[in-house]
């Protein structure tokens, strides 16, 4: 299947989940935030979420500062 990870179109294979993909992208989950087709996902939905094909996903990281 295809999806879009950060505006970038990538190959994966049919099954995995948020969580999987992101551990293989080597993203830290601290300080993260996903959105998932247009709709920020929790944290704690990651690990059942399956992803398919025709997905967005996009990662968003957390900037301190005032």
Known sequence: MRIRFNDMEIALPAGQSV??????????????????????????RWADTLLNDGDELHLFTAIAGG
Request: no cysteine; charged share 10%.
């Open 19 to 44: 969580a999987s993909l992101l551990a293989a992208q080597g993203v830290r989950e601290q300080g993260v935030a996903v959105a998932l087709n247009g709709v920020v996902l929790a944290r704690s």
